[in-house]
């Protein structure tokens, strides 16, 4: 099994603007409309095989707990892809780039 890095919800913020990185959210588009990381791209989980990701990219995957999370990002970085997840993901983020919808 792929061993991944993890992170905790206070370096997010971090890698939000940082271009060589992409914030991936892997929760249900329903979940994702109602609150969000800004800059973060909706890829639900059950989704997630399918998708492509530039291979130069770093990936930070959070869900709503963290342990698909880490399953998703397990099953990228066996693809090749670098890839960190969020410990207890977002219910855990309490950061500054919180996007909510209306």
């Known amino acids: 099994m792929q061993e991944i890095k993890l992170i905790s919800p206070r370096d997010i913020d971090r890698y939000v603007d940082d271009v060589d990185s992409v914030l991936v959210d892997i929760r249900d588009s329903k979940e994702y409309r109602a609150a969000h990381v800004r800059g973060a791209v ?16 770093f990936l930070v995957l959070y869900c709503d707990r963290g342990g698909a999370s880490m399953e998703a990002g397990r099953y990228l970085a066996e693809q090749g892809y670098q890839v ?10 309490r950061g500054r780039n919180l996007v909510f919808s209306n």
């Open 84 to 93: 960190c997840s969020v410990v207890g993901g977002f219910m855990a983020y």
């Open 42 to 57: 909706n890829v639900p989980y059950e989704e997630i095989k399918e998708a492509y990701f530039p291979e130069e990219k």
